[in-house]
C-alpha cells in the first residue's frame, strides 16, 4: 500500500508532500487490519448467534412436538391400560375355546357307529355283544400338545401289508342264520365309509341252528364328529391277535 | 516477525476468527445441532411409540364393542366345559337323555362320575407336573343302561346333544336273555374348567365398556 502511495502522481496544483516515515504507514496499516479482524469477529459472533438463535428455537419447537407426542403417549397408555381387562378376558376365552377345541376334536358320533352295525348287519344276524373304544381313549389331547402319538391299534385287519388309519376299534360277536351272512356281514362293513378293515376271527357251529361269530372292525376318520374341527391324524399300527 | 507488523496483524486476526469460530462451533452450534438431532430422534420414536399404541388401542376397542359377543362365547364354553363337576346338572342331563331315548329311570342302571383331576398333575403323588397350567380337569364318566338297540342307539344321540361336553372313548353293549334287550356302558370323560373373569364383573374396575 504503502508502494501505492508512493507511486501517486501528485495532484496538479498542489504540492506532494508526505513527511511520515514507512513505520508510521505500518502502524496505519496494522491498526486498519485490526478494525477490520475486529468488525469480522463481531461479524462472525453475531453470525454464531444467529445460527444458535435459530437452532434454539428449532430444537425448542422439537422439544415442543416431542412433549406434544408424550403426551399422545401418556393418553394412549391410560386408555390402553383401562381396556387391559378386555384383553385378558377375550385372549383367556380364545384360549378356553382352543382347550375345548383340543380336547373334543376327538369325539366320534357313537349314535352313527350303532346305526352303520345296523345298516351293514343282514336280518338274520344278531349282534350278542358289540365293544367300541377310540384310539385317543388312553391319552386324550392335551391343548398345545404335539400331535396325536402313534396309537398301536388292537384291531385285526385283513391285509397287513396295507394297513389303514383306525380311530377306534370296534369288537363284536353275535348270531347269524349261516356264514355266507356272516361274510355278507363283513362286506357291507367294508363297503361302509365308517369303517375300515373289518375282520372275523372265528365262526362256530354250536347247538343251535346257524353260527356264531366274533370279529372286529376299525372305525374309520368318518366317524369324527368334526363339530369341533379336524382331528390330527393317528398313526395307527395293527397286530395280530 | 515483529510484533506489531502487519504480517503479525493477519495471523493473529486469523488464529483468533479461527477460534471464535471453532469456540462458537464447538460450545455453542454443535450442543443445539446435537440437541436437535436428539429432539427428532425422540419425537420420531414416541410417534413410532403412539402408532403402535393407537393400533393396539384400535384392536382394544373392538375387542370392546364385541364384548357381548365373547361373553356369550365365553357362556357357551361353560356350558360346554362347567367350572365345577355341576353333579346335579349332570344327573338331570343324563337322565333327560334316558327319559327322552324312551328308557326309564330304572333302565338307567348307574351313573358313575369320578371326581374331577387337574391336567398336568401326576397321578401319584397329585402335585402340578413342572410346565402344566391348571386349566383344565378332567372326570371320567360312565353311564350304564339298559334297553333296546334303538333305545341305546337313541340315548348315545341324546347324549351326544348334550349342553355340556361329554367325550365319549368307549361303548360296550352285551344282549341279555331278553332277544332285544342290551346291558351297555357307555365310558368317556367330561371336562372341568375355572371360567375367565368377566371384566364388566370385576368390583375394582369402574370403567364404562361396550358390547
Known amino acids: ?241 | 516477525m515483529r510484533r506489531g507488523s502487519p504480517a503479525t496483524t493477519n495471523l493473529v486476526g486469523g488464529f483468533c476468527l479461527f477460534l471464535v469460530a471453532a469456540a462458537g462451533g464447538l460450545l455453542a452450534i454443535g450442543p443445539e445441532f446435537t440437541a436437535l438431532s436428539d429432539a427428532r430422534t425422540a419425537m420420531v420414536e414416541t410417534q413410532d411409540r403412539n402408532s403402535v399404541l393407537a393400533s393396539q388401542l384400535a384392536s382394544l376397542e373392538k375387542q370392546s364393542k364385541r364384548l357381548g359377543e365373547t361373553r356369550r362365547t365365553a357362556l357357551d364354553l361353560e356350558a360346554k366345559f362347567p367350572s365345577t363337576a355341576d353333579q346335579p346338572g349332570l344327573f338331570d342331563a343324563v337322565t333327560a337323555s334316558a327319559l327322552g331315548a324312551g328308557i326309564g329311570a330304572d333302565d338307567l342302571i348307574s351313573v358313575a362320575p369320578a371326581a374331577p383331576q387337574i391336567a398336568g398333575t401326576d397321578p401319584v403323588t397329585g402335585l402340578p407336573v413342572e410346565g402344566s397350567a391348571a386349566l383344565l380337569a378332567r372326570q371320567t364318566v360312565s353311564v350304564s343302561i339298559s334297553g333296546t338297540f334303538e333305545e341305546t342307539q337313541r340315548f348315545l344321540e341324546n347324549l351326544e346333544q348334550m349342553t355340556r361336553a361329554y367325550l365319549v372313548t368307549s361303548v360296550t353293549f352285551a344282549g341279555g336273555e331278553d332277544a332285544d334287550s342290551y346291558a351297555t356302558t357307555v365310558s368317556g370323560t367330561m371336562f372341568v374348567m375355572p371360567p375367565v373373569p368377566d371384566p364388566m364383573k370385576s368390583t375394582d374396575n369402574t370403567m364404562t365398556l361396550g358390547g
Open chain 1, 1 to 241: 500500500m504503502m508502494q501505492m502511495r508512493r507511486g501517486h502522481h501528485p495532484r496538479p496544483g498542489l504540492p506532494a508532500v508526505n513527511l511520515l516515515s514507512d513505520a508510521a504507514f505500518e502502524r496505519l496499516t496494522t491498526r486498519r487490519l485490526r478494525i477490520r479482524y475486529l468488525l469480522a469477529g463481531v461479524a462472525l459472533v453475531a453470525l454464531l448467534a444467529a445460527t444458535w438463535a435459530v437452532q434454539h428455537a428449532r430444537v425448542a419447537e422439537a422439544r415442543g412436538l416431542v412433549a406434544v407426542e408424550r403426551g399422545e403417549t401418556t393418553r394412549l397408555e391410560a386408555e390402553t391400560q383401562t381396556l387391559a381387562p378386555v384383553r385378558a378376558f377375550v385372549a383367556g376365552v380364545d384360549l378356553q375355546a382352543q382347550t375345548v377345541e383340543t380336547n373334543m376334536e376327538a369325539e366320534i358320533y357313537f349314535s352313527e357307529v350303532l346305526d352303520g352295525l345296523r345298516r351293514a348287519s343282514p336280518p338274520s344276524v344278531r349282534l350278542a355283544s358289540v365293544a367300541v373304544t377310540t384310539a385317543t381313549a388312553a391319552e386324550p389331547p392335551v391343548a398345545g400338545a404335539a400331535e396325536a402319538v402313534p396309537v398301536l391299534s388292537a384291531c385285526p385287519g385283513p391285509d397287513p401289508f396295507n394297513t389303514r388309519e383306525v380311530v377306534g376299534c370296534i369288537t363284536l360277536s353275535g348270531t347269524a342264520s349261516s356264514r355266507f351272512e356272516v361274510g355278507e356281514l363283513v362286506v357291507n362293513l367294508g363297503d361302509d365309509p365308517l369303517f375300515v378293515e373289518p375282520f372275523v376271527s372265528i365262526t362256530t357251529s354250536g347247538d343251535t341252528a346257524g353260527v356264531e361269530f366274533s370279529g372286529s372292525v376299525g372305525l374309520a376318520r368318518e366317524a369324527y364328529s368334526k363339530r369341533y374341527g379336524q382331528p390330527a391324524k393317528i398313526v395307527a399300527e395293527t397286530v395280530s391277535p
